[in-house]
């Protein structure tokens, strides 16, 4: 069996607030509390990854980068831009309004409120 990556943590002051914010700019759903007492605020990327938002005393920002195709692509963007989410092109710059990816034809960097930085990648 390959080896894939099942599920990861992502450090949050507000498990449930950051878990809604990245499932409503990222377009998915999220999912009902998981874990014992319901401690993460989990979010299906896709069939194989989830993430799980926990609640922590001192959060130290992650950064998570995706590959998308092009229209789930412009769909992230709209969703920035209609919410007013800063984003970049530059992982040091991430409010910058750029979209010209230095690995990719189209690409962008947001943060959430505890610093998590979320790379969004396509090949058009």
Do not use: K, Q, W
Not at 73 to 82: C, K, P, V, Y
């Amino acid at each position: 069996m390959p080896i894939s990556l099942n599920h990861t943590i992502v450090p949050a002051t507000d498990h449930r607030a950051a878990a809604r914010f990245f499932a409503s700019v990222m377009g998915l759903p999220e999912l009902p509390p998981a874990g014992r007492d319901g401690h993460f605020a989990p979010v299906r990327v896709n069939e194989t990854l989830t993430l799980d938002f926990m609640t922590v005393p001192a959060p130290e920002g992650h950064h998570l980068a995706f590959d998308v195709d092009p229209e789930t692509f412009d769909g992230i963007l709209a969703r920035l831009r209609s919410a007013g989410v800063p984003y970049g092109n530059d992982p040091r710059h991430p409010d910058n309004g750029r979209t010209d990816h230095p690995l990719c034809p189209r690409g962008l960097f947001f943060l959430d409120a505890d610093r998590n930085l979320y790379e969004v990648m396509s090949p058009e």
